[in-house]
């Protein structure tokens, strides 16, 4: 069977197998340097997100999720409780080189909002940066709006953070 002819069986799913939450943080530190030059700095971050999910998570209101194309790790997405009340935050939505154009990033994302629905949040945050261009359009096309920008220097480069919001109660469940 050629490449061309293969359909990939993909499988989003919970990430609570042994090697998921290491997964995610050995990924990122891979990914990121190798797209963007990114320094151990950013791998921490990582690391000290998965961190406090894997100490500290309340399956009611957090959640993650592994992205697999033929039974290997390809994506992965988390969303935890914000700062205030009925807020919730994405974290650290990877799709791997090999896994992208397959709709992995959005369908990793749109687990994230009904499960922020079902779980009573009103509104969904995220940090990124101006960089992470395919990661924006996701977010866009899902009605997250840019709420605010701010240069900072972090991960051995310069970059443009950005915070964009989205209000669960003005869009409507993706069917």
Not at 81 to 98: H, N
Not at 147 to 162: A, C, K, N, Y
Request: with cysteine; hydrophobic share 40%.
């Amino acid at each position: 069977m050629s490449q061309r002819e293969h359909q990939p069986h993909v499988v989003v799913r919970r990430a609570d197998r042994p090697g998921d939450l290491g997964w995610v943080v050995m990924t990122h530190g891979e990914v990121y340097d190798q797209q963007f030059g990114w320094n151990t700095d950013f791998e921490a971050l990582v690391a000290r997100i998965v961190a406090d999910y894997g100490t500290g998570h309340d399956p009611a209101k957090d959640a993650a999720w592994i992205a697999e194309v033929d039974g290997e790790r390809a994506g992965c997405v988390f969303l935890v409780a914000g700062d205030e009340p009925g807020v919730a935050k994405l974290r650290i939505l990877l799709v791997t080189r090999k896994a992208r154009g397959l709709g992995l990033g959005t369908r990793l994302v749109q687990e994230c909002l009904a499960f922020a629905r079902e779980a009573g949040y009103r509104q969904v945050t995220l940090w990124t940066n101006d960089v992470l261009v395919a990661a924006r359009r996701i977010y866009q096309g899902l009605g997250f709006t840019l709420t605010d920008e701010e240069p900072h220097h972090s991960f051995g480069h310069d970059l443009v953070g950005q915070n964009w919001t989205l209000d669960l109660r003005a869009t409507p469940a993706a069917r």
